[in-house]
């Protein structure tokens, strides 16, 4: 049986390697001689598509995409299967898990490549070559970019599928959260949001500005966590529509009948009040579907496990680019966490991260995502939260860390600290991005003596 990295390959193994050579000769000069022109060729298709051609107007992604496409048509000229494939079939299933993780279509990379493909065919075909080397070269070119789109695919493939079950396991566990206690949570939200609406309206502050439902805490939270919690419910999508309804027409009406009279005002307020009735029932229901479902905590720290960060980390950017809303990650790290193991053992370790999970879940909102990133390194995502706001945070988080006595198992007490870096999102789709950006700022932190906080530098700033 003909093995898997050999289907396709079948010219390029039966062509002697003196003509093999002098092919890869004449390719070489005509992708070089072209190479700008191709990346142009390949962004063109990517403009097609209205979702894609967003992410070329990220800078980064422009300069990293035109180098990597640069990169890659080089490749294909020092690629030889006969001395091993191994290396390039590697950088090939990086960029489709790249590819993946940011969701670029499949068909738009290949319609990219088969432009690519198309040109430097014309092209070879129009040089002062032996015709017979020309149509060599061609069939040679045909097969490797062929092969290297299929290797592409393959990753890209497995990546969207895995991707895929993890955004259904975690929508199942509904964020890990204890369902009576986010049910009953948001209930009071929604409830505080109604009060302070008539309290605006009949209270002693008459007169002030109605802030929006979808601006509320239960706002961000229904766009947030909800989305991911009850994916495809009928429910949620009521539950959303009746937070437009309200936004965009209860609550203007309400602001004109405010000067038209007290009849006008009590129907605008009782058709507000029986929207919202309707919204809580509706939540009854969405809750009710995800009771009892598996806990996806971590068991010490009661944050987020690390296997859904990709579902959510994606999400939140595709919801930032989309809305053109602040988006901030915090990297924390306790202090010389493998010192306190050692010194006063590994139940000392389990308090530490205990209260340190404490104090960061107490400085953020519901709508906000906390996961333990690893031993002793915990992620925040923050949303709607721009960065100068996340390192206030981060700062209130690292303050009241190291102002807290810890109560060890055997009756002693000891002080930790954390470093913290952060990263605001500045528009680039793939969320390891911004999450290497975190990482180096505590990278930082910790260089310059800990018990401190970075913020990430800027991109293309070293």
């Known amino acids: 049986m003909t093995p898997d990295r050999e289907i396709g390959l079948t010219f390029w193994n039966t062509t002697d390697q003196a003509t093999r050579s002098k092919a890869r000769t004449l390719l070489s000069g005509v992708i070089k001689e072209r190479a700008d022109d191709l990346v142009g060729l390949f962004y063109s ?20 995409l035109s180098h990597s496409l640069k990169g890659w048509l080089f490749d294909l000229l020092e690629v030889d299967p006969e001395t091993g494939l191994e290396a390039f079939d590697e950088r090939q299933k990086q960029i489709g898990e790249i590819h993946a993780r940011i969701k670029i279509p499949i068909h738009l990379v290949m319609a990219g490549a088969s432009l690519v493909k198309s040109d430097l065919c ?35 493939v497995s990546g969207t599928t895995r991707r895929a079950q993890v955004d259904e396991a975690y929508r199942l566990v509904s964020l890990g959260q204890d369902v009576s206690i986010e ?9 505080e949001w109604s009060q302070s609406v008539l309290f605006g309206l009949f209270g002693s502050a008459r007169g002030v500005h109605l802030e929006q439902i979808s601006q509320s805490t239960f706002g961000l939270w229904l766009r947030h966590r909800a989305g991911m919690m009850f994916q495809g419910s009928p429910s949620l999508q009521s539950v959303e529509d009746a937070v437009q309804q309200i936004d965009s027409v209860l609550l203007p009406k309400i602001n004109e009948a405010r000067s038209s009279g007290n009849d006008q005002l009590q129907e605008a307020v009782g058709r507000l009040q029986t929207t919202i009735e309707e919204i809580k029932y509706l939540l009854g229901d969405l809750f009710q579907s995800v009771a009892g479902m598996e806990n996806a905590r971590d068991p010490l720290t009661k944050t987020l496990n690390r296997r859904f960060l990709p ?23 306790v202090d010389h966490f493998k010192q306190i193991n050692d010194k006063w053992g590994h139940a000392a370790g389990d308090v530490v991260l205990h209260q340190i999970a404490e104090v960061i879940m107490d400085n953020v909102r519901l709508s ?3 996961f333990r990133y690893g031993g ?3 992620l925040v995502a923050l949303v709607e939260t721009p960065e100068e706001r996340g390192a206030e945070i981060a700062e209130r988080i690292r303050s009241q860390f190291v102002a807290r006595p810890l109560q060890l198992p055997d009756g002693s007490v000891l002080t930790s600290t954390v470093s913290i870096g952060v990263a605001g999102h500045r528009g680039h789709p793939d969320y390891a991005h911004l999450i290497d950006i975190a990482d180096k700022a505590l990278y930082r932190a910790k260089a310059a003596g800990r018990d401190r906080i970075e913020l990430g530098a800027v991109e293309g700033v070293a």
């Open 45 to 64: 298709a990517f403009l097609e598509d209205r979702e894609a051609s967003a992410f070329l107007s990220h800078s980064v992604v422009h300069e990293r």
């Open 376 to 378: 002793e390194e915990f």
């Open 368 to 370: 906000d995502f906390v």
């Open 183 to 191: 049910r009953e949570s948001q209930r009071a939200a929604l409830m």
């Open 122 to 156: 014309a092209r070879l075909l129009e040089q002062d070559a032996d015709r017979e080397l020309i149509a060599i070269a061609v069939m040679l070119l045909g097969e490797i970019i062929d092969y290297a789109i299929r290797r592409m695919s393959q990753a890209y």
């Open 311 to 333: 579902s959510i980390l994606s999400r939140e950017i595709s919801l930032a680019n989309s809305s053109r809303t602040a988006f901030t990650l915090l990297m924390i790290d």
